[in-house]
Every structure is written in C-alpha cells, then in structure tokens.
C-alpha cells in the first residue's frame, strides 16, 4: 500500500492527494483535474507523488467516460514526460510498467475516435511518451496547439519562432504576434510526405488515417526546414527542436 505521508506533491506532503482523486474518480470537475494538475505536475514540474498517482490515472483512462478517461491520459503523459527530473521515485517506467501499458493502448484507442485537431495532436504527444520516445514528450503538442515552436537558430544563436498554422508556415526572429510593424519571415520548406521516415512518417500517417489532415499537413512542416531570418542558416525544424529539448532538460 501506497505510504501517501511520505510522498511529496508540489506543495508539500502528498496525504490528500488519494482524497481529491477518489473525488474525481466519484465527482468528476474541472476545479478537482486543476488542482491535481497543480499538485503532481506543477509547470512541468514532477515528484514522487505524481508517479504513485500513475496506477489510478490509468484506471480513470479505462473507464467509459471518455472526458474524464481523456483528463487522466493528459496528466498521465505529462507526468510521465518528467521522469526524468529528480524526484526521488527510482525507475519508472521499470516500477509502472503495467500502468504504462495501459495508458498506451488507451491513448491508442481513443486518438482513433478523435474528432478534435489539438485533442488528436495531444493524443500523439501522450502516445510517443508512454512508448519512451521522452524528447517529443513535452513539445509536440504544445507547439501544434500554440501553432509555433520557439526554438534556438544553430548558426547564430537567435531566439525564433517556428510558425505553423493559420497565420501561416514560416520561421521568424521578430515578435510577429504582438508587432504592428510587418516584421522579416522566411517560408518554412516542409518535407514530402512520400520522403518522411521515423517518428514524422509515422505520425504523419496515424494522422491521415484518422481523417486529421490538418495535422498530417503540420508534421510536414514540424518535420520539414527552416532558414533563419538573421543569418540565412538552414535547419531541420524536428532536430533543433529536440535538440533545444535536450539543452534544457
């Protein structure tokens, strides 16, 4: 049995935290998901307590209320996109194999059943961290959502953003969304789909198989070529994106 007392969450001894999800697990709410959320992954942040959450999450997951099943995997995924921050908890893929299992063939289930573009790139997120592919864990779907990536140029350093979505595909050093100013893109180069191999030919593919062509088109571009603006340098957006990851983590 899980010693809770012992545990640390966000904001100290983690002995309530059983309590809020046999809450959720009886009354669903927002307010309850948030404050979970807040408690085992705070910004990004995880602890011992949020892997011993990992058994009932994935119960939540196999239940057939599909939103209460779709919060559970999202925290699931985020927190298992941590493991390998400090906290104390030993190895955790090799201590929740089982649950991890689980939470994979559920993402699994439920991404063919998406009907919703950011719900289905969250879905391929949580899929690829549960599988262990852990430098994808945290960006994929956070830069598909916001519709850009910030990564760093490799030649000059500059801070860009990598955009991808209605405003366009295009990489740029200036603050495009908030300057009244026309500030200075280059057009993204995305890659042929028929020339895609790895992670980006795969979720390309699960993409256009379950009917998000809208996503498919966004993994040309995530696994397509940039330039920087400033100093002309060519890049693969996926590595300096995974390579950024790598740099801060």
């Excluded at 927002?30 to 990992?54: I, K, M, T």
């Excluded at 289930?109 to 950011?118: G, M, P, Q, V």
Aim: glycine share 8%; charged share 20%; aromatic share 8%.
């Amino acid at each position: 049995m899980t010693d809770w007392a012992r545990l640390r969450h966000a904001y100290g001894s983690a002995e309530a935290i059983p309590v809020l999800l046999d809450q959720i697990a009886s009354a669903p709410s927002p307010e309850r998901w948030n404050d979970l959320w807040s408690a085992l992954c705070h910004q990004g942040s995880v602890y011992s307590a949020s892997f011993a959450a990992l058994p009932r999450l994935a119960d939540i997951a196999g239940r057939d209320d599909r939103e209460q099943a779709v919060n559970a995997l999202n925290l699931a995924g985020a927190i298992l996109a941590g493991s390998d921050q400090p906290h104390g908890a030993g190895d955790i893929r090799v201590q929740h194999a089982a649950e991890v299992e689980t939470l994979l063939v559920r993402v699994n289930e439920h991404l063919r059943t998406s009907s919703d573009r950011n719900e289905s790139a969250s879905f391929l997120e949580s899929m690829l961290t549960f599988e262990g592919a852990v430098s994808w864990g945290e960006d994929l779907a956070w830069g598909l959502v916001k519709e850009e990536y910030e990564v760093s140029c490799p030649g000059c350093q500059a801070n860009l953003f990598i955009v991808i979505g209605e405003r366009g595909s295009f990489s740029t050093s200036g603050d495009y969304a908030l300057s009244e100013d026309d500030v200075e893109t280059t057009p993204l180069r995305p890659v042929n789909p028929a020339a895609m191999d790895g992670i980006g030919r795969r979720l390309h593919d699960i993409a256009l198989a379950d009917g998000h062509q809208d996503v498919a088109d966004a993994m040309t571009y995530v696994f397509g070529d940039a330039t920087c603006p400033d100093c002309d340098t060519g890049f693969s957006v996926a590595e300096q994106v995974s390579a950024d990851w790598s740099a801060t983590h």
